[in-house]
């Protein structure tokens, strides 16, 4: 059974950091794009970020970009998101998501296969 885990959501001051972790079982970790969505109270989900298979290519919302960091260990089966600078407008819940076309880094969740249960993230002011 595929399963993802999200871990290192928590509370946080503006301007603080945060890492999340998403660790992956049951795939072929190495062959997966893999994505980052977050979903505030009574918005849509919305796209974070993402990471090709091998590493070589990412892509991040501009809502993010230059703050967050996406990032994976193919030998760990882990990716992650590196969030610097949070804001409250951060506060979320966020998924990790897979996607089995592994060259196509996408910001469209549908193209994702597998998501996790999401961890809360709370930005202070």
């Known amino acids: 059974q595929v399963q993802l885990v999200e871990s290192g959501g928590g509370l946080v001051q503006a301007g603080g950091s945060l890492r999340l972790s998403c660790a992956a079982s049951g795939l072929t970790f190495r062959s997966y794009a893999m994505g980052w969505f977050r979903q505030a109270p009574g918005k849509e989900r919305a796209f974070v970020a993402t990471?090709?298979?091998?590493?070589?290519?990412?892509l991040s919302a501009d809502s993010v970009k230059g703050r967050f960091t996406v990032s994976r260990d193919n030998a760990k089966n882990t990716v992650y998101l590196q969030m610097n600078s949070l804001k409250p407008e951060d506060k979320a819940v966020y998924y990790c998501?897979?996607?089995?076309?592994?060259?196509?880094?996408?910001?469209?969740?549908?193209?994702?296969?597998?998501w996790g249960q999401g961890t809360q993230v709370t930005v202070s002011s």
């Open positions: 998501a897979a996607d089995p076309s592994g060259d196509r880094y996408s910001a469209n969740g549908r193209v994702y296969n597998y």
């Open positions: 990471i090709s298979s091998g590493g070589a290519y990412t």
